[in-house]
């Protein structure tokens, strides 16, 4: 998928009209907040989860823009990125399709680095986009061009895939057959997001990710409700609700020698902290923090709290990589 750079015309109120621009991934407009800093090379990638955008990261950009240079990234069916129609793998192929998945948001993010020649990369993932950016550190490594590190920030589990059914109750696995064929189709999933894509039901989802209730403002609100009105939104939606069988976060941690940090929020509501320091056995984990009182997006619920953690981390790796080459 070739890739061409453009330059935005849209406004935006969370980040200055100098930082947006508009990349050409293939076919696929991308829309990406990008800082200078010409002091410094090094640069840190933010990705975000699902449902969510670049402007989740409306309080962590600034906080880095001293020590690096910070781009984000609305992953193809996110944000004001575009949302093609979704194929799922048992469908046949279709012109403008997309087959939803990690290996595709890894690769624009791969792709991004490319396009824009970014060097001495660190990526930042929250939920979803966590594993991206596993996924995204893997193929880097294969390239022999690792990123410098990733920091995960309450990382999905992904306990819908078909690997982790042995850990489910026993009603729900007997359940899933009919749940599987069911979120196929655009009769039901249409419906199903419309009723989720209301302001009201966003709030409430975000006091359920947000358990301090700091962070649930109408700025978040509206820019999570805006990308659902786009064309396509469901599409996207019915693509990632039916990702039953894609990578896992331990099976790409146990292939990695990328550095990995992590941040838990440890009332995360949807992933147990528990999880996460089961992980800290992986050799590519060197670091675990976790963070009472915060949830799913503790990067956004309390950034006073997690900017100098996250700042704390990219600079040790960078101090790592630094003594490794030494």
Known sequence: MSSQVTTSLSASSIYPQEWL?????????????????????QTVVLIHGFGACKEHWRHNVSALTAQFNVAAVDLLGFGSSDKPQSRLASEPEEEHSTLYCIDLWAQQVVSFLDAYKLQHVQLVGNSIGGVVALRAAEILETRSTPAKGVVLIDCAQRAIDDKRVSEQPPFRALGRPLLKQLVRQRWITGPLFRSLARPSIIRKVLKLAYPSGAGVDDQLVSVLHRATTDPGALESFRGFINLFQDHLAPELLERLTTPVRVIWGEADPWEPVEQAQRWTAFESVCELRTVPGLGHCPHDEAPDQINPILLDMLCNAISDSTGKAE
Not at 26 to 34: L, N
């Open 21 to 41: 621009g508009e990349w050409n991934w293939g076919d696929h407009k991308i829309s990406i907040a990008r800082t200078s800093n010409t002091t410094n090379t």
